[in-house]
């Protein structure tokens, strides 16, 4: 399904690569000119348009063993995680995963950890408060090696900055960082996917008790899965999830740029899709523009079933209509 589509972390910074640990993805060139969209390439550009935006707020089943490597306690049960919620669970326990704690607040400690499978995970963490958690004016740094957690082998390094948070007791909880990849790879040992990040985005979670909200800002971003490589401009993203009934929505506008499309379209997701679980959408519309103003407007009809609108000219006027199923697309 649409929403399944991401394994893993699915994140890729486009930045200069670090170093850290070694990643596993090769650099590919991302053709960035807009594409033409016409009768012919229409579902195939909507296709990727969509897996392309949504990536990131996609869910997985084998972000599990990220989740699981930091010992999230409110996250490791669930069998499905967007891939954003993974990193923010992952670096929100990183310090209780490695046993940091500090004799004066202020002082760095390093220190390092066995995976649970092979590997390690290295790390230090400033704790500006010395309150043992990631909280407003803490850094972080962590460095994995061939660290194997349930199938999942991570290399490479990540840091965090410009962390605030709100009072443990305040309702709703805000936790917001800026977060750095350093070549950090992550590589499911079943199915040989592989994925690399390099780069800074920002990511913000807003969590009430029973929906999360998360917010995801990146003026550059690459989503790079096994060599399929996107590139996501002045990317904006909204996704809440309700963790007690499965429900979600995914709001996001932006510039996607790709291999799969041989070049750039603008994608905006407006009213946000809604659906539940791990199902495809129920709700919503995206708008996917192309060169000269041409257009192709998607709208769930239901969970199984999609209508798109195809402008050809960009004069705003429909010029044909197609319904297909979310699994066509």
């Known amino acids: 399904s649409l929403v399944a589509k991401a394994c893993l972390l699915n994140l890729t910074v486009l930045l200069t690569a670090c170093g850290g640990g070694g990643g596993e993805n090769a650099a590919v060139t991302i053709p960035t000119t807009p594409i033409a969209i016409n009768s012919a390439n229409a579902q195939q550009v909507s296709s990727s348009a969509l897996g392309a935006g949504t990536s990131v707020t996609s869910t997985g089943n084998n972000v599990n063993g990220i989740v699981t490597a930091v010992q999230t306690s409110t996250t490791a049960s669930r069998k499905q995680e967007s891939a954003a919620q993974a990193i923010l669970g992952m670096i929100k326990m990183a310090p209780k995963r490695l046993g940091t704690s500090q004799t004066a607040p202020g002082v760095v400690v390093s220190r390092s ?8 995970i290295s790390g230090s963490f400033n704790d500006a408060d010395n ?18 957690e349930a199938g999942t ?13 709100s009072a443990p007791t305040t309702i709703p909880f805000v936790t917001a960082f800026t977060f750095r990849a350093g070549n950090f790879s992550v590589r499911d040992a079943a199915t040989g996917d592989i994925l690399t990040m390099n780069g800074t985005m920002s990511l913000k979670e807003t969590n009430p008790g029973i929906v999360i909200t998360l917010q995801i800002d990146a003026p550059s971003l690459n989503v790079n899965d096994n060599g399929d490589a996107i590139l996501l401009e002045n990317f904006t993203a909204t996704f809440t999830d309700d963790i007690s009934s499965g429900a979600y929505t995914v709001k996001l506008s932006g510039k996607i740029s790709s291999t799969a499309l041989g070049g750039s379209v603008t994608i905006d997701i407006n009213p946000a899709l809604e659906g539940t679980g791990n199902n495809d959408p129920f709700a919503g519309e995206a708008l996917i523009t192309g060169a000269n103003g041409a257009s192709i407007r998607i709208i769930a009809l239901d969970a199984v079933n999609v209508r798109m609108q195809i402008d050809l000219d960009g004069d705003g006027v429909v010029d044909e209509t197609r319904d297909v199923t979310w699994a066509q697309l």
């Open 153 to 165: 082998i991570m290399n490479g390094s990540i840091s965090v900055s410009q962390v605030t948070t």
């Open 113 to 120: 950890s066995n995976c649970t499978d092979g590997g390690t």
């Open 131 to 148: 309150n043992g958690s990631l909280s407003t004016g803490d850094t972080l740094s962590i460095t994995a090696r061939n660290c194997n």
